[in-house]
Each structure stands twice: as structure tokens, then as C-alpha cells.
């Protein structure tokens, strides 16, 4: 007889070990469950949730977020990447006996928590790294990753800013590309989760 | 304590290395490879046969491309490095389905001491060059990994035939710095243009101009780059009017056959961009000299019969470069150094 487990019906258990992926750009969310899903990773997504901003001593409804719930895994390098490419001002909070140990954040947010006195724990920025692994797929139909598979590599040649694009070289066939040609290995494309508004500064 | 100079640095660093990319190396590496170029050019024949007398090269050509590989076998048996061709990969272990990382897996137990690749994939000679070292890394290490020299990955790289350009560019200008370049004609589809005017951005020419029909452009990550450095370049339309400036004319072929382009188009392309004997010698330079990757087009592709006369003609001296820069890295990658 199959038994229920009642407690799987609850909302949100508190995570005890693992990763809280908090204040993704609304519409973000779906993209990294996709990302995260695929290497079998235990994910709880929370989307369009309420974020709220305390002006004057009162809380003001501030917008949608999305979140991940991560339980007991890991995010490698290439995830973060990821997350720092679709929704810079995400906060990536480590979590060990259920308690916040590491915050990766924009460079903004770290200077508000380490001024603040909510949060003592270590603080990491978030930012687009210089180079990105398997994570994307080279759009060169004709590149020796696409032909014959193996690991791949790329260059980020352009970071992201509010006027110019992501801009990405393939370490193995040269070609560079930016834009919506830009692709994940989940075979998402980087205009699936439209142009980030939130630029960092 | 005996000093080492950076030049035997350098020289070090190139022993049992591959050439992959011309973008794997410095200006000052560059410049090594083709002041060996140079010493062995001088070396005669005789002399030079004992070189790398007892050295093995193994050539493998997925693409053919005659003049590439007689290049190579020639610069191999001319310093007394025997070669072997394995035989068509496309109708041996490639028709079944191997992969070509796994050709070369298998090609490093046969003791060769470089491998020269052409291959039609775009990054294929870069990950055959990750295994080239001996299969599986738990049995000992039998040595260095075996360098590999790429011959032509696809689209994308072609280091040999750059170098040999800049080798040209030395030879008769005696400098790369200072001088003005004219890249003309086809600038979107070819990768020798391409990767020759990356070269250049290591250097500090004069002036750059890139002359092509708007519908064959420098593709936009070069002109990016160019924008980004200090190097003065423009865009032009018809290379007459700047020819008396220029010291390089880098003609090339225009590939319409790779264009979506309406015949009118393509004969007005041909006929506009197509470098002519008579205005060569009123508005060039003497010293100005045209060199072209080659093969030329036979019909009405520049530059035409009628400009190799001409003193300015350099492009057969061009190609025969090759032979010795293909020697130096055959050397360097040895450790064999003059
Ligand atoms: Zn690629």
C-alpha cells in the first residue's frame, strides 16, 4: 500500500543544510529550476513571491521574486555563473544547521549586510565570471563540441552592463557570439529569460 | 651562476608545445619563430638534412589540401625528419565512427615526435591536442606529451599560414611596426585575413585599412578589437584611392560561392575588387608588395597574370615561406634551437 507522507503536502519546510537561492528576477526561476533539474539536484522553486522594502520604519510591497530551495546540494561554479548572467542582484545563501553561513550577493547588497547587523556570517560577490564551462553550448554548428561532444569552455569577452550585451568566445572553435544566440546546455536560450532590467551599477 | 637570457627562455617553452591558435602566442614568441625561420632559410641544403635526422612526424589530413601538406613533408624532409601520411582517415577508422581524439589516442603509442593535423571541424585540432599525451593517466608516464602542429581546424585556425605572412612582412619590409596595410577584397570569409590582422594588433603598424564591397566586410569582433587598441584603422571602399600609402596589399579571393548574392552582384564585385597591373604601377609604392594566400582565381580574380611582373608581385615568394617556418616550429617544438 502506498503511504503518504503528509509532511511533503506542507509548504515550505526550513531548510537545514543546503542553498536558498533568494530575490531572482521574477520569470528567472523556471530558468534556473531547468538548470539545477538537470543535474538531479532536490529543488523547491517559490515563484512570484512578494518582496517588501522598509521605508520609514513601515514595510511597502517592493515587486515579485522568485526563489530556489535547495536541499542538502551544491552549486558549482558554472551555476553561479548563470545566476550572475540572468538576475545579477540574486542572493545565494549557504545554509549549515539551518543556520546562513555565506551570502553571495551584488557588490551593492554585500555593502548593506556587512554594514548591516542582521547578518555576520561570510559574504562572497556575485559577479560574471571570466569564463563559463559546460554550462553553455557553442552556437557554431561546425565546432568540434557540437560534432564530436567533450568538455567545453568559453571566454567571457563582454560582461554584461546596461548598454552592451553578454558576449561569449568558444575555447575551442574561436567564434564569438552575444545575444539571443547564446544557449545553455538545457538547450535554454539566454532571450528565454528576456533582457535582465536590474543592472548592476 | 649562468644567466638565462629571455630569448633561451622562450626557447625552452617551446619544446613539446603545440601549435594551435596563433592566439596561444606572445609577440616575443612569434618573433623567435621567425628569426629561426630566417637562420634556417640560410642553412644550406646539405647541412640542414642532419637536423632532425632520426625524428618521426606523423601527418594526418582529414581535409585535403595539397600545398598545406607538401609543405610539411617537404619541411620534414628537408631537415632529415622522415614523415608518414596516415592514410585517408575518412576511409579507415573515421568511416567507422572514431572520433578523432581517439585517433590520436591511438596514434602517440606509435612513437611519432609531432603530429601535423588538418582537420574539417572548427576546434577539432585543439582537443586532439589533449590527447596527446600517453592513454591512461594510472599506467607510468612514458614522457612529454607529443606536440601538435595544426595544419587547419575547419573555418577557424590556420597559425602556420599566419606566421608565414608575417614572415613574408619581415622579409621584405624588414619590420612589422610602422607600416601601412591595405586587407582587400573578401574580408568577411577568410580565415587567413582574419587571423593575420589579430597578428597584427601585437604590432604597432602605421595605419590599417580594410577595403571590401559593405557586403564582404571584417567581420565585428575584429573591428572591435581594433577599436579598442591604438592601432589607426578604416574602413574603405576602393583601394585606389589609398594606394600610395601602402607598404602590405593583402589581396584575397572572394569566396562568392559561400554568398547568397545575385549574379549582377557577384560581377561587379569581381571586376570592382580586382587589382590591376596598370594602376599598381601608377599610385604604388616600389617597395610596396602584394601578397595573397593563394590559390588565386583563374577567371577574372586579382591579382592577375598580368601583376606577377611586377615588382610589387609577392605572392610566390609567400608561399615558399612557408617552408621555413614550418621548419622552425618543426625545430622548436624539438628543442632545437640556432
Ligand atoms: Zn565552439
Known sequence: ???????????????????????????????????????????????????????????LYDGKKDIMFIEGGELTSDHIGAISIVSPLAVI????????????????????????????????????????????????????????????????????????????????????????????????????????????? | MVKITSKEKIITSFKGRHVISIRDFKKEELDLILDQAEILEKIPRAEKCKILDGYHLGIIFYE???????????????????????????????????????????L??????????????????????????????????????IPILNGGDGSNQHPTQTMLDLYTIKESQGTMDSLTYLFHNDLKNGRTIHSLAEALLLYQPKKVYFCSSSRLKMPRHIISKYKKSDIEFEEVSRYEDVLPEVDILYDTRPQLERENFTDDLKERIKSMYRIRAHT??????????????LPRNQNLMSPEEECDDLPQAYYFKQAHNGLFVRQALLCLVKGVSF
Not at chain 1, 507522507?5 to 536558498?20: A, F, K, M, S, T
Not at chain 1, 533568494?22 to 512578494?50: A, S
Not at chain 2, 595539397?66 to 585517408?88: P, V
Not at chain 2, 599598381?280 to 594566400?293: F, L, N, Q, T, Y
Open chain 2, 280 to 293: 599598381i604601377k601608377e599610385k604604388a609604392k616600389e617597395s610596396m608588395k602584394i601578397m595573397h594566400p
Open chain 1, 93 to 201: 545563501n549557504h545554509i549549515k544547521e539551518s543556520k546562513v553561513i555565506n551570502k553571495i550577493a551584488s557588490k551593492d547588497r554585500i555593502a548593506e549586510y556587512a554594514t548591516g547587523e542582521e547578518y555576520s556570517g561570510k559574504l562572497g560577490v556575485l559577479e560574471v565570471p571570466n569564463s563559463l564551462g559546460n554550462i553553455l553550448l557553442c552556437a557554431n554548428p561546425k565546432c568540434t563540441t557540437n560534432k564530436e561532444g567533450g568538455d567545453r569552455c568559453f571566454e567571457v569577452i563582454q560582461k554584461p552592463t546596461e548598454s552592451l550585451d553578454l558576449v561569449v568566445g568558444c575555447g575551442y572553435c574561436e567564434k564569438e557570439f552575444y545575444g539571443d544566440v547564446i544557449r545553455f546546455y538545457t538547450g535554454q536560450r539566454l532571450s528565454d529569460v528576456g533582457k535582465t532590467r536590474y543592472y548592476l551599477k
Open chain 2, 64 to 106: 585535403p589540401s595539397t600545398r598545406t601538406k607538401i609543405s610539411f613533408t617537404r619541411a620534414a624532409d628537408t631537415l632529415g625528419m622522415k614523415w608518414e601520411g596516415i592514410a585517408d582517415p575518412k576511409t579507415s577508422s573515421a568511416s567507422k565512427g572514431e572520433t578523432l581524439r581517439d585517433t590520436v589516442r591511438n
Open chain 2, 108 to 145: 602517440v603509442g606509435y612513437e611519432f615526435d609531432a603530429l601535423v593535423i588538418r582537420h574539417n571541424d572548427d576546434g577539432s585540432v585543439r582537443r586532439a591536442s589533449e590527447y596527446s599525451h600517453y592513454p591512461n593517466k594510472h599506467l607510468e608516464f612514458p614522457g612529454e606529451p
Open chain 1, 1 to 59: 500500500m502506498v503511504k503518504t507522507d503528509i509532511r511533503n503536502y506542507l509548504r515550505i519546510r526550513p531548510i537545514e543544510e543546503g542553498i536558498v537561492i533568494d530575490h531572482l528576477r521574477p520569470g528567472t526561476g523556471l530558468f534556473i529550476l531547468n538548470l539545477l533539474n538537470y543535474e538531479g539536484l532536490r529543488v523547491t522553486p517559490g515563484l512570484n513571491y512578494d518582496t517588501s522594502k522598509e521605508i520609514d520604519g513601515e514595510l
